[in-house]
């Protein structure tokens, strides 16, 4: 069966089956045989009536949720699929970095205001890292300067079913739960997407945004290869303390050999910690797992600062979770006709920058834009709708957006190298004798890597992350922001685009001429036009 499916779908295009499917999934994909046939009804969003084209969305996750948002309000009809039956109402928070919240405020002003109303500003205090034992500062970060310059708001924390519910109160509507996408083709300018249930949704496209293990990746990279472990395991907790530096420090990584603990002020009295420990998947025996607060506090970090084991005296056992961390190498492959990956199904990373879920937001407004571009196409259909261009929209949405998460995926990986081979720095006891301290190679390395962190890595670090998205393109944006401006050459293409035939182009400038010359009348008339 699974050999007529794919040449039915070969003859009627192009077409690719996900996975190997199971009994249930052979089951879903049968109905594509009879529907061709005529005597099935495949359950689908048709575009035909209503001109606005359909797009299907695999996983509601932040970047599912996001997509959905900005092409819904772009008018696109967008049918979310979320595997999970129900959104889980809890979830440590999540840092909306300063790159991250301005894509939100361009994807929708209302749900930014939202955010930004429900969440805890951590950029304008101090951030960094300190050594695990000592407590001392080993290197600071500013998040601040780099966002405040572009206009940026500095990075906020939010609990992460909040952010759910701010994106679900606007696109909710749109998400279909406890429904997992299991396969999907592309049939001529259509795709085919199969559901769990056995149904089959056709739209215009189909973004991938299924997560880390994501099943619509198969479509790219048919070997299904594993995630790849990162080294480490994470124990993540919230402590309900204030810690006495509260004031001025947000975010804080205690670093230590083979291992680091992390901190975050998350707003009203809560601190969400993370331990990450490099232990292989599975590693954690059932004893430790029976008492992981008391084995962190004991075995792991037992002689460590003071802080850690505050934070780890108040945090509720209930509240612990663990997970094994994995990602991927970078993938240049995201796009694929009319299906394409977003979020972490197209770039898993670790969560040392918490970047992860910053990328896919930024993917959702890439995504918005090079569609909105296809309207000024030339070939865009009458009713304006770009169906037939989506597939340049998402080779070009791929080139945009593959070097800068590749990017990040790689500084996310480097920085977490830097901490596994951290060793408390090399130090000098000025006295008489001077008295040298940590002498080994790695602290060594460490004290030779400490003043370039400070100066260099992390101040072009953040340079980078927040250049993103730069300034509006007058392509898409029409009506801009306060304070952005799009290139000349952007406005001469624009321009090029939007002017009907040739002998169109500078028209408006021919006009002026004329206007001029006919005095203040003609100009007041040029303006009620133009301006
Ligand atoms: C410890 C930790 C801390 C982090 N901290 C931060 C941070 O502070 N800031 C930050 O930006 N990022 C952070 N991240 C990363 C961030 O969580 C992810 O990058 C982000 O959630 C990715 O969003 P996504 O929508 O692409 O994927 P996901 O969040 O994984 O969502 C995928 C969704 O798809 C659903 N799904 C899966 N398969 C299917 C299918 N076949 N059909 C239908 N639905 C399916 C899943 O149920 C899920 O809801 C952190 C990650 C970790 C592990």
């Not at 001392?136 to 405040?148: G, H, I, K, N, V």
């Amino acid at each position: 069966m699974a050999l007529l499916v794919m040449a039915c779908s070969t003859l009627l295009g192009w077409g690719v089956s996900i996975a190997t499917p199971t009994p249930q999934q052979h089951r879903a994909a049968v109905p594509l045989m009879v529907a061709s046939s005529g005597s099935h009804t495949i359950s689908s969003s048709s575009n035909v009536h209503t001109g606005k084209p359909v797009v299907i969305v695999a996983g509601g996750g932040i970047g599912g949720l996001c997509t959905a948002l900005v092409l819904q309000n772009m008018g696109y009809e967008v049918r979310v699929f979320e595997k999970a039956k129900e959104y889980r109402p809890f979830g440590g928070p999540i840092q909306i970095a300063s790159n991250a919240a301005e894509s939100i405020r361009r994807i929708d002003q209302e749900v930014y205001a939202k955010i930004l109303d429900a969440s805890t500003v951590i950029g304008t205090r101090t951030n960094g890292l300190k050594d695990g034992i000592s407590d001392e500062w080993f290197a600071t970060f500013d998040l601040d300067s780099p966002a405040r310059k572009r206009g940026q708001v500095s990075s906020v924390v939010i609990d992460r079913p909040v952010l759910q519910e701010i994106l679900l109160e606007k696109v909710g509507s749109a998400v279909t739960k406890g429904t997992e996408v299991v396969g999907c083709e592309q049939v001529g300018e259509r795709v085919r997407v199969h559901l769990s249930t056995g149904a089959t949704v056709e739209g215009d496209m189909l973004v991938g945004s299924d997560g880390i293990k994501s099943r619509v990746r198969d479509v790219f990279d048919p070997s299904r290869r594993d995630p790849v472990w990162s080294g480490y395991t994470c124990v993540a907790g919230m402590a309900y303390c204030v810690p006495h530096d509260i004031k001025d420090v947000g975010y804080k990584v205690w670093v230590g050999s083979r291992k680091y603990f992390v901190s975050v002020d998350v707003g009203g009295g809560r601190i969400q910690w993370y331990a990450f420990l490099n232990i292989p998947p599975g590693g954690i025996t059932q004893e430790q797992r029976d008492d992981t607060l008391g084995w962190l506090k004991r075995d792991e970090y037992g002689d460590w600062a003071a802080d850690v084991q505050f934070l780890l005296d108040n945090s509720p056992t209930d509240e612990v979770e663990q997970r094994d961390l994995f990602d991927r190498p970078p993938d240049l492959s995201w796009a694929n006709g009319r299906i394409c990956l977003l979020g972490d199904a197209a770039h898993p990373m670790m969560p040392n920058l918490g970047q992860g879920g910053g990328m896919a937001i930024e993917d959702a407004l890439v995504l918005s834009q090079e569609i909105a571009k296809l309207n000024l196409a030339p070939d865009a259909v009458p009713d304006g709708t770009p169906r037939r261009n989506l597939p340049l929209a998402l080779q070009n949405y791929q080139k945009n957006r593959v070097l800068r998460a590749a990017a990040v995926q790689g500084l996310s990986r480097v920085s977490s190298a830097f901490l596994f081979q951290y060793q408390p720095p090399l130090d000098i006891e000025w006295g008489f004798p001077p008295k040298i301290k940590n002498t080994g190679p790695r602290s060594l390395i460490t004290r030779a890597c400490q003043g370039f962190l400070q100066n260099v890595a992390f101040p072009l670090q953040f340079e980078f992350l927040f250049s993103f998205p730069g300034r509006i393109d007058p392509e898409v944006f029409d009506a801009g922001c306060a304070g952005d401006f799009g290139t000349p050459e952007a406005s001469s293409v624009s321009q090029l685009r939007a002017a009907k035939s040739v002998d169109q182009i500078g028209a408006v400038e021919k006009e002026f001429s004329g206007a001029v010359s006919g005095g203040t009348k003609g100009v007041k008339e040029w303006l009620d036009k133009y301006w």
